[in-house]
């Protein structure tokens, strides 16, 4: 049985929907949310028809960066965007691991030459269901359980 | 073209470049000449190493090049904590292309990215010899006069080891080629490395090949000497494993050995060895030319 829920409208921020279930939390994180003063509703556990149960975060006040919606795309690859203005959904998008990943994540390798100096990491997307990624530096492939964001 | 290119992994060439170092290598191999008159090569060893330095120094030598560098990063700025990415400023100033060997898998690439001078890399980590391959695949070209619709059996540690992943992708670009692997179940070639036969029985294999590529357990890249303990000597060819092996059959191996091939086998046909790492100068010669002066008078 599906349940309603409700959770605070917002006037203007963002609703990201569809996120897997408790990656809510690092959405958290990697958007730097719990250092934000303005409004965050998390859901988590929600009824959804595709994925059994899902999360969602809506935030008051921000809109995301190209860098932040690739980032996102990492611990959920099946979330949708709304941007809300004037409490009008503006724009609904789904987010897409791209194809090559800058920066953003640590290479799981130990022996990895960008654990050892300072080298910007750099990934190429090999699957995206499921996620999987390739250093461009070491060749190694690696699943989402290993990804590290950084 | 492969003037001013660097070589980092066996993936940078198509089939066709890697025939032309083959190609190139055959022509160079008796040859001595002035195509690296004036110019000099770094070779940066920050890993110990026998057959691949020294085959790159006789390379440069008998190219009529000079050299530059140092060996396990002794004597340099290296000892200082010098990181790689200020060696490689510094040497691609100096010199016409480095030769780098590297404990970190992906150091060869990320000095292919911050030099103005080509970069061969002479292994990186547990990642990629490319160098090597090429010296495999010329010993296999020259004992079976082709690579494609060769049954190729890979025998120790495939999961570590750099020789063996870069000859892998080598030999996907050669059609009809049958992989048949032979190792302990912890040291298995990674998946990703498309479609090959598992084998843990070395007598199993051993009448089905033409080439048997026999690899060291390398204690050094293993996670701790417990798992060394495990899975040393497993693997011990001798002369009397080969007595259904095909006429034509040829043994080869990056070397050093350590116990996987007892020396009875030296004096038998199969044995090719010590003339796949001879081969190794060819190889060299042909592409410090073709990197450096192809196109030169």
């Known amino acids: 049985m599906m349940r309603e829920y409700k959770v605070y409208r917002i006037e203007n921020g963002t609703v990201i929907d569809h996120i897997p279930h408790w990656n809510s939390l690092k959405v958290l994180d990697l958007l730097g949310l719990r250092q934000c003063h303005d409004l965050v509703t998390l859901g988590i556990g929600l009824d959804s028809k595709d994925m059994g149960r899902k999360d969602l975060v809506k935030v008051e006040n921000r809109e995301l960066s190209e860098e932040e919606m690739d980032k996102l795309a990492l611990v959920a690859p099946q979330a949708t965007i709304n941007l809300i203005r004037n409490s009008e959904r503006t724009s609904k998008h789904k987010v897409r691991v791209p194809d090559h990943i800058r920066g953003l994540v640590r290479c799981p390798n130990s022996g990895c030459i960008t654990r050892h100096e ?4 750099r990934f190429d997307t090999i699957s995206r269901d499921p996620l999987e990624l390739r250093c461009y530096y070491c060749n190694v492939q690696f699943r989402s359980d290993e990804l590290e964001l950084l | 073209m492969l003037k001013n290119r660097s070589l980092v992994s066996i993936r940078d060439l198509t089939r066709a470049e890697i025939e032309q170092v083959l190609d190139t290598a055959q022509k160079l191999e008796n040859h001595r000449g002035r195509h690296l008159e004036h110019r000099q090569v770094a070779l940066l060893f920050y890993e110990a190493s026998t057959r691949t330095r020294n085959s790159f120094l006789t390379a440069v030598h008998q190219l009529g090049g000079t050299e530059a560098g140092f ?10 904590g010098e ?8 040497f691609s100033a100096y010199c016409d292309a480095i030769v780098l060997r590297h404990p970190r898998d992906g150091a060869a690439r990320w000095a292919a990215d911050i030099s103005d001078v080509p970069i ?9 010899h490319p160098t090597q391959t090429l010296l495999d695949l010329y010993a296999i070209r020259s004992t079976q006069g082709r690579i494609e619709n060769l049954s190729i059996g890979i ?6 080891g750099r020789t063996v992943h870069s000859l892998v992708d080598a030999l996907s670009l050669y059609p009809g080629v049958q992989l048949h692997c032979i190792s302990p179940e912890s040291l298995a070639l990674p998946q990703s490395y498309g479609p090959h036969q598992i084998h843990h029985r070395l ?7 033409d080439i048997l590529y026999c690899t060291r357990i390398q204690r050094e890249r293993l996670p701790d000497e417990a798992e060394y303990e495990k899975v040393r000597g497993i693997y011990r060819l001798s002369a009397s494993h080969l007595h259904n092996a095909r006429t034509h059959m040829r043994i080869l191996h990056p070397l050093p050995r350590v116990d996987e091939i007892h020396p009875d086998v030296d004096a038998t046909p199969h044995a090719y060895y010590f003339q796949q790492a001879a081969g190794g100068v060819a190889v060299r010669k042909a592409l410090l030319y073709l990197l450096i002066a192809q196109g030169e008078a």
Request: hydrophobic letters at 30%.
């Open chain 1, 118 to 121: 300072y080298v910007p990491t």
């Open chain 2, 71 to 80: 060996s396990s990063g002794e004597g340099s700025s290296v000892a200082k």
């Open chain 2, 83 to 90: 990181s790689l990415h200020d060696t490689i400023k510094m």
């Open chain 2, 120 to 128: 061969i890399n002479a292994g990186d980590g547990k990642n990629q």
């Open chain 2, 155 to 160: 025998m120790g540690d495939l999961k570590y």
């Open chain 2, 203 to 209: 007598e199993d294999v051993i009448p089905q090949v």
